[in-house]
């Protein structure tokens, strides 16, 4: 008789446990979407904050591929007259040097000095181009 009088004390305890805890639960306030925001709405305004994001992402990365084409335009373009003046330098060392190479010699170095500039340019620019597309990477995965 004990042990059924402790098995039914035990019982109505769980009983009454959740019998407060259900209604306590059914008589919380019902959920006011001006009160307390709407879910939803705030999810989708993050999804659209990342995809803006992911635009902008998308927008630069477009720019930079954009960018890198006129550099290595110019590049190939440099690189062809380079190939020009150095086929003039192999022929001005075959030949006797007066005033009208001295000309051509001065007009050789600002050109070559120009080169070397353009170089140093475009070096940077592929270092920064590096730094963009390996940040683009660790962000958003591989471009391609």
């Excluded at 009454?16 to 939803?40: H, I, M, R």
């Excluded at 290595?72 to 006797?96: L, S, T």
């Excluded at 000309?103 to 000095?113: C, E, G, N, P, V």
Aim: aromatic share 18%.
């Amino acid at each position: 008789m004990l042990k059924v009088k402790k098995i039914l004390g035990i019982l109505l305890a769980l009983c009454f446990v959740l019998s407060v805890t259900v209604a306590s639960v059914s008589a919380a306030p019902q959920k006011n979407e001006k009160q307390w925001g709407n879910d939803q709405k705030k999810w989708d305004n993050d999804q659209k904050k990342w995809g803006n994001n992911n635009k902008k992402w998308d927008n630069d990365r477009k720019k930079w591929g954009n960018d890198k084409k006129k550099w290595d335009n110019d590049q190939r373009r440099w690189d062809n007259d380079r190939r020009k003046w150095d086929n003039e330098k192999r022929n001005w060392n075959n030949k006797k040097h007066g005033n009208e190479y001295n000309r051509w010699f001065a007009l050789y170095m600002k050109w070559f000095f120009n080169y070397n500039r353009f170089n140093n340019n475009h070096k940077r620019f592929n270092d920064n181009y590096n730094k963009f597309h390996d940040n683009y990477q660790r962000n958003y995965g591989n471009i391609w």
